[in-house]
């Protein structure tokens, strides 16, 4: 590798982000040093008073770093003490004590890249009436504050990056590191045309859903929301059905595609539906497992033999229960993470990193020889 580094590197894990940041640590040591007394790590705090205000404060200078800060917003498992009550951090904290950080560098730094993997506020990322469009507000926040680069993972909508058109703004895609778990935890897995489909299970999931299809040669399915427009529940329309659009499922294996579960009924739901038209065995790829509704659902359509595995990346916060769900299998990305870190902080391209179409292509074509299936790429 290069030596020519754009500046000292640092990274900062926000609160609930230690583990994360020690694994993605570890990667930069083994490329950089080899020595285990050196750390790219470098601390910062958000103590709080008793009423719940805090300051961000910083253990060494950032003077001419280049530093990423790594923040996961959704992190429920994090506390902080409130008039003498324990209070969860909601995203709306965590937010705060990231810009708190941001602040204590003061300006200091030669270059600060945000690295939050679930966007805050990513959900509102549009305006349909008179409503508030927060995430393009917090994108501008941070801009104003002087970070140069934010980094995310499978953002809701990637066009809310036009709030903030002349920062730098990378929506990456888990797609590599899904597949390579599918074919680890089901080694009997056919990635083939004939035997598998990739499913959208709305309308909003389509452009994930048509680069997992388009990169791994398979049929497309979808489902669409059909909603009561006359009523509102809770925010928002609520859904009356889930109507499928595509080729005939039964007998093949399905991968539903999607960027977050958070109560998980309508990805149970349009599981439901593949199940009685017939597939064989449906899996989850979403990149973002919330659970906000508990684990018990999951559980009880597992037992039911709705689904058989539900992948989900490490990226954001896991209650330690789902670790041993026999349907779960976790997607660990910190070596991504830590490639994307590396590469940038020599000032390289990471347009690999974020399409890697030909790794991809060697993963199936290695599932197709266990199998003695034609190849389906060109090595």
């Known amino acids: 590798m290069s030596d020519s580094f754009f500046g000292e590197l640092s990274v900062i894990g926000m609160r609930g982000c230690e583990k994360f940041v020690d694994?993605?640590?570890?990667?930069?040591?083994?490329?950089?040093?080899?020595?285990?007394?050196?750390?790219?790590?470098?601390?910062a705090d958000c103590p709080r008073f008793g009423t719940g205000e805090a300051k961000g404060l910083l253990h060494d200078s950032m003077r001419g770093h280049d530093v990423y800060i790594i923040s996961d917003c959704f992190n429920y498992g994090v506390t902080y003490?409130?008039?003498?009550?324990?209070?969860?951090?909601?995203?709306?904290?965590?937010?705060?004590?990231?810009?708190?950080?941001?602040?204590?560098?003061?300006g200091k730094a030669r270059r600060i890249t945000v690295i939050m993997p679930m966007l805050y506020e990513g959900r509102q990322h549009k305006r349909s009436t008179r409503e508030s469009l927060d995430c393009a507000i917090a994108l501008q926040e941070l801009t104003q504050m002087g970070v140069s680069n934010i980094i995310t993972f499978d953002a809701h909508d990637p066009r809310v990056s036009n709030a903030i058109p002349l920062t730098g703004f990378d929506n990456v895609r888990p797609t590599y590191q899904m597949i390579k778990a599918m074919v680890r935890s089901v080694p009997d897995i056919s990635l083939n045309h004939d035997e598998t489909m990739i499913i959208a299970p709305d309308e909003g999931a389509m452009s994930r859903t048509m680069y997992y299809a388009s990169v791994m040669g398979l049929e497309l399915g979808m489902f669409y929301?059909?909603?009561?427009?006359?009523?509102?529940?809770?925010?928002?329309?609520?859904?009356?059905?889930?109507?499928?659009?595509?080729?005939?499922?039964?007998?093949?294996?399905?991968?539903v595609i999607d960027d977050m579960i958070a109560s998980g009924d309508s990805i149970i739901d349009v599981s439901k539906q593949l199940k009685a038209k017939g597939a064989k065995r449906v899996f989850f790829f979403v990149t973002f497992g919330l659970f906000t509704a508990g684990l018990g659902v999951f559980d009880k359509a597992y037992e039911e033999g709705i689904f058989t595995k539900c992948f989900t990346t490490n990226l954001t916060y896991h209650d330690p229960e789902l670790m041993k769900r026999e349907w779960y299998v976790d997607v660990n990305m910190c070596k991504y993470v830590a490639l994307i870190v590396d590469t940038l902080n020599q000032d390289k391209s990471i347009s690999t990193l974020l399409n890697p179409v030909r790794k991809i292509h060697g993963i199936l074509n290695e599932q197709a020889k266990k199998h003695n299936e034609v190849l389906p790429f060109e090595d």
């Open 225 to 255: 929301k059909r909603r009561n427009y006359t009523i509102v529940v809770d925010g928002k329309n609520p859904i009356e059905a889930h109507e499928y659009l595509g080729k005939d499922v039964k007998d093949k294996d399905v991968i």
């Open 23 to 43: 694994q993605v640590d570890f990667y930069l040591r083994e490329w950089r040093s080899h020595d285990d007394e050196i750390t790219f790590i470098n601390k």
């Open 81 to 106: 003490k409130m008039y003498g009550r324990e209070v969860p951090m909601s995203p709306d904290d965590h937010f705060a004590d990231l810009k708190r950080t941001i602040s204590a560098i003061a």
